[in-house]
């Protein structure tokens, strides 16, 4: 077997997000507080960073996406911290085997300037996922003043994330092949 097969499949997912900025919330990025005279509008936190790995994560399963687990009509998500959506959708990638391999985040936002907060993004992120930070990576940048995101009036972020399968023992595989097989011989 290969090194690869030894590993399991990979599977890709890809998030992305975007929420308005607003008076008189807390910016909440990567599961973190960012100082900032404006937050994210949402009904929970707003943390696009965590929504969209939370929907990579998701996606990377087939396991449908966030509003559909955690749809905004139900009152237990709201404000809720998006940290405990992100840890509900990794224990779904755990029950069904799956392992982490690495994160790719980037955030698009014109302000603030965001540069000083990525390495604590990156730990809390790698935290919320049980791994560790160099399986994080945290990208930011501007819009360069274009529309929404550049005019200061939203945030977005892209997620990618790659999980490897559990990989199972060949023996199971060849003995769930040959049973339908063999009842259809003797019908
Ligand atoms: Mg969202």
Redesign the pocket.
């Known amino acids: 077997m290969s090194a690869l097969g030894k590993l399991g499949a990979v599977r890709v997912g890809q998030g992305w997000?975007?929420?308005r900025l607003v008076s008189g919330r807390p910016l909440r990025l990567g599961g973190i507080e960012v100082p900032n005279e404006r937050g994210l509008l949402?009904h929970?936190d707003?943390?696009?960073v965590l929504?969209?790995v939370t929907d990579a994560l998701l996606g990377a399963m087939a396991d449908g996406d966030?509003g559909q687990h955690f749809p905004d009509s139900d009152e237990r998500y709201r404000d809720i911290d998006?940290g405990e959506l992100l840890s509900e959708a990794r224990g779904r990638a755990a029950r069904r085997g799956y392992r982490i391999g690495n994160v790719d985040v980037t955030i698009l936002a014109e302000r603030p300037k965001l540069a000083p907060h990525l390495p604590t993004m990156q730990r809390r992120v790698a935290e919320l996922l049980g791994v560790a930070p160099a399986q994080v990576g945290i990208k930011a940048k501007t819009a360069e003043g274009i529309g929404a995101i550049g005019g200061g009036d939203a945030i977005a972020a892209l997620a990618v994330i790659a999980l490897t399968a559990r990989a199972r023992p060949t023996a199971v595989r060849t003995r769930r092949r040959q049973r339908p097989r063999a009842r259809v011989r003797r019908a």
């Open positions: 997000d975007i929420h949402g929970s707003g943390d696009v929504h969209a966030i998006s």
